[in-house]
């Protein structure tokens, strides 16, 4: 019982520093997306390919958590984007307090997408709300059409699926209803988009769904009259 | 600081009841192999392979650790060994108490090898012993080769990783000789077994390595007097 009692705590104060990272970043003009997945599932790839296809048009900044390591932070760097490495030191996910530190020593005036990676696992991850304004779930084919099934928490909270490596569906048995009745059961509101990073495929409709995400942002905070500008 | 002496005091208090565990099991003659991996590598396939493989020779049971549902428990019991579900309610790993409630209801009795599947998740686990006698990490291709140096506790603290799903090397950037390396160089006991559940490759070495243990196990508690018998 006061393992619950203190997880109900760190959960509440973990809504507030979200909610003063929120005010951040509506300050700044910045749309955050919150990108959660298993390991390996596909998230940096998603990052860099999004970069690739907007990075000319949008300014884009990347936020990198992980347990250990700065593999993930360094590819994205390569790409010209100002970066940060989160390093949670083996804490299975992020949490507000460690984006606020993040935040506050990012440029954030100069970026309008803020892609915040989130540590690899499909379960705490859901639970540690960051002040994001989206949360998206990178899941891919080769886990499994059950994934909805066996971890529904995480596919509940989310306002998109994209589901990665469908160039690997003709050497997998994928039932893709199945995965979508899934997903649909647990989520009426979240969007699915069926992507390869590897070949492309898909990509157009992901980044179509960020740039009206990034309007609709920005005409919010016109008509609350906030963020300055 | 209160967070890391609490933490501190569950994994005291889990160790104890995971020696529990351990003399429960060495006193009915039970082998038991903690089975780890992120969301979708293959626990689920190896187990059902392994039976398939191993069914006929040796009594076989097997623990399914979820956080919900029990797809898992219902393929394979199919099998017809005995099986049994632990539902953790959200927990994102098993402990030494969810195992303890579970072997007292189970007839340990009747099986000498224990198949103890965790929940998908690539960090937690890794911290809460169970009592079991090998820890064995299933990792998977399309995870990438990287994954030794993102989530190193992990791999450092199994007895073996097999590598599933090489049947789709072909149609992926995973550079073998690359894992190989984050694997030896955090853990150099560590066998490494490369195998496809879909196909059958590489099966043969992960059930030698099973009986060997066994036959290891046996002649260990010969030495010991322990197990009756």
Redesign the interface.
Known sequence: MS?EI?MED?LRANEEIAALNRSLLDGSRTFAVNLMS???AGKTSLILETIKRLGGRVKIGVIEG????D??ARKVGECGVPVHQINTK?D?HLDARMLNAALRTFPLSQISLLLIEN??????PAEFKLGEHRKVLVS?V???D??P?????MFSEVDVVVLN?I??LP??DFDFERFRRGVEGLNSRAKIFKVSCRTGEGMEAWIDWILGELEGFERELERKGEGGG
């Open positions: 393992e203190l760190i298993s390991p390996g992980d347990v250990a390591s593999l993930d083996g299975c540590v690899g696992n499909l379960i705490c891919s080769p886990e499994g059950d994934k099934y066996k971890y529904p928490l490596k160039d690997l050497y997998m």
